[in-house]
Each structure stands twice: as C-alpha cells, then as structure tokens.
C-alpha cells in the first residue's frame, strides 16, 4: 500500500504494517447504547451487526455481552 501513487489509509482494519489507520471506537459505541437501554428497563434487546470475522462485529458483541453482564441480565443469543 505505501508504493501506491496515491496516499492510503486503512479504515476499520488494524494489520501488523507500517500504514496509517482510522478506526472507529465500536465497543464504545455499542456499550454505551446497550446500557442505556438496559437502563431505560428493556431486556429483550436485538443485536443487527457484522459476524465475528469482522473487528466492528467482535466488538460489537462484545460490548453487548459485557453491559449485560454488569447488569446481570442474560444475553438471549436468538
């Protein structure tokens, strides 16, 4: 990537190599929305994301997982 003739920069990827990243913060993201509604009351939350190949989707779920289990509420994996 860096021999291209233009400048490149990964976006949501991390890669063992010399090259500039922008990535997103989705386990904040993802834990800060499940909290809130888990706060609001609701226990039958629906989680849409990427598979667990994807680092949006491992971070996803596991922000999901983990504010449920500060709150001691069990992850229906349906």
Known sequence: LR?????AILLDR???????????DHFSGALQ?????????HRRIG????SEHA???R??????????AARGVTVNPK
């Open 3 to 7: 021999q291209l003739p233009v400048p």
């Open 14 to 24: 991390k890669i063992p190599a010399p090259i500039d990243s922008v990535c997103t």
């Open 33 to 41: 929305a499940t909290e809130y509604l888990l706060q609001l009351g």
């Open 47 to 50: 989680l849409i994301t990427l």
């Open 55 to 57: 680092l949006p989707g």
């Open 59 to 68: 971070e996803r779920r596991r922000a999901f997982s983990q504010a449920h």
